[in-house]
């Protein structure tokens, strides 16, 4: 037999194979494992140019996918000033008096609601703090921003507007604009004109950041989004100076207003591909965000909002998917709201068995009882986000829990009961909106914050196979991926710990001795 590029010893190997459940042993060869077993079973794939590596007592596992993330475009998104850590208008005013300012504007990110105390999104909030700069803040949802008096100016803008998808440029009462920008259409009128990185530091720090992923156990990400459509040609001038730390598999966008024509770009993309990125599966949006009001719910949150879908018409949206479906493109629709989910599940199970594990739902968060069984029923696949949790609080007081009530926003987040449901579920950080750390992923999972603390949680080998085997099955690649076995991707993520019986606050902070995609190594400790 020929020798193994790689022998990893010395592990306790969790493979997620019901065929062989642990190992002590894995050999990889050409990006692919070749044999798992004890040290034994391997000896024999060794050979002078293979590199043996004694993992001391660490626990390996399938490599971790991040099953939402936005690693490309939020690049850009995370551009300027980081306002995550800021909590109420004095901090944030602070702040952005101290910001750097990037070709005369001040732009930031990360910036929670509830820093605003219960009142409206205003510019008068902060236009004394920017001292008549032309300023844009992204909302830490990524479907709204703040742009003050100079930027509003820029993107001409004096009013309202109509458009074709959910989106509002809010005004008062006289038809002022606020300077809240509320979801894509509206925030692209000023954050087009807000500047941009250039394009080598674009791709120094996805690289960078990247890296950084890689050090927290990912070996993937499912990537939900295609930028302006020129993320292809960015990845693969990557690609020629170097080489991705993570696999990237992406889904372009699918707005309301898509003809026959887009359609039919969107199928053409499919398996465009570099050597660790390709373009699969369609990303729609059937609602919005609970604090912005644009979740799409069964009834009205305490604002009156929240009773319309982002695709005007929702059935456009059930025709679009129907197109993809019939070519055997997969899908993704970011749904919140109970009604979003109902009309996702509604329109899946119109495509009949065939489409079974075809189409995920993003997100899912607040759903009732008799939608959980619908998704193992449908074989629709969960993707949820548990870090997005520490965005409320367990005392309702926060923007979402208040919007929805007490009743909705007690069934938060409720990954471990779609779980016992029967569904696949996927998860992931959505970075930039949460931290893409994958250990804090599982950490939250394991133990949700705010709204969700009262609820069920995962257990940890739950919360593994939703970034290992659920993520490879939400992705269609459950045959190559997601578990340790011979023939699978040598994606492979070593912890200190056991992941599956450490404590949350253990893991989330346990070092990670190794992280190899396709079989390179892209990052070991020490």
């Keep these: 037999m020929p020798a193994a590029d790689t022998v990893l010893t010395g592990a306790r190997v969790r493979t997620l194979d019901p065929a062989r459940p642990e190992a002590g042993a894995v050999a990889v060869s050409g990006g692919e494992i070749v044999a798992v077993g004890h040290e034994a079973d391997v000896r024999d794939w060794r050979g002078p140019a293979t590199r043996v590596l004694d993992l001391g007592g660490a626990t390996l596992t399938p490599g971790l996918t991040d099953a939402h993330s936005h690693p490309v475009w939020g690049v850009e998104m995370a551009t300027g000033t980081d306002l995550s850590a800021v909590r109420d208008l004095d901090q944030l005013r602070a702040a952005l008096r101290g910001a750097d300012r990037t070709g005369g504007w001040i732009l930031g990110f990360g910036l929670d609601h509830n820093a605003f105390g219960g009142r409206p999104v205003d510019r008068t909030l902060i236009e004394d703090a920017v001292d008549g700069a032309p300023a844009f803040l992204r909302l830490y949802d990524g479907h709204s921003a703040l742009a003050s008096g100079p930027a509003l100016a820029a993107a001409g803008i004096t009013g309202p507007r109509a458009f074709t998808q959910r989106s509002e440029i809010v005004c008062d009462g006289d038809g002022r604009p606020t300077g809240h920008l509320i979801e894509h259409a509206a925030m692209s009128l000023v954050g087009a004109l807000a500047p941009k990185p250039a394009p080598a530091e674009r791709r120094s720090r996805l690289l960078e950041l990247l890296g950084a992923m890689a050090a927290t156990g990912l ?61 699969g599966g369609v990303k729609f949006f059937m609602d919005g965000t609970v604090e912005g009001g644009t979740a799409w719910l069964e009834h009205a949150d305490c604002h009156g909002q929240g009773t319309e879908a982002f695709w005007p018409d929702p059935e456009e949206y ?27 599940l509604d329109t899946v199970a119109a495509l009949g068995e065939r489409a079974r594990t075809r189409h995920r739902i993003e997100h899912i968060e607040t759903v009732p009882d008799d939608q959980l069984k619908r998704f193992a029923e449908l074989g ?34 409720r990954c471990r009961d779609l779980r016992d449901a029967g569904a696949v579920l996927a998860l992931g950080s959505d970075w930039p909106i949460a931290h893409h750390d994958a250990r804090q992923v599982l950490a939250t999972a394991l133990r949700p914050r705010g709204a969700a603390s009262g609820g069920r949680f995962l257990t940890g080998l739950m919360a593994l196979e939703g970034m290992t085997s659920h993520a490879a099955l939400a992705a269609g690649e459950h045959a190559v991926a997601g578990r340790i076995a011979p023939g699978c991707r040598a994606d492979l993520t070593a912890f200190t710990l056991d992941p599956v019986t450490a404590a949350p606050d253990e893991l989330a902070q346990a070092p990670v001795r190794l992280t190899m995609s396709g079989g390179r190594i892209t990052h070991q400790e020490g």
């Design 380 to 413: 629709v696949i969960a993707s949820m986000q548990p870090p997005h949790t520490a965005y409320t609080r367990a005392d309702h007081t926060d923007e979402w829990s208040k919007r929805l009530g007490d009743e909705r926003a007690g069934r938060a987040w």
């Design 219 to 279: 070996t993937g990400a499912h990537v939900m989004d295609l930028g302006d459509g020129d993320v292809p040609a960015l990845l693969a001038t990557v690609e020629y100076e170097a080489d991705l730390p993570l696999r990237l598999r992406l889904a372009p966008w699918c707005m309301p207003g898509a003809d026959g024509a887009a359609l039919a770009w969107l199928i053409e993309l499919q398996g465009t591909r570099g050597r660790h990125w390709q373009v």
């Design 318 to 344: 059930s025709r679009a998917v129907r197109v993809l479906d019939a070519a055997g493109v997969r899908t993704a629709t970011h749904a919140i709201g109970d009604a979003a989910v109902r009309h996702v």
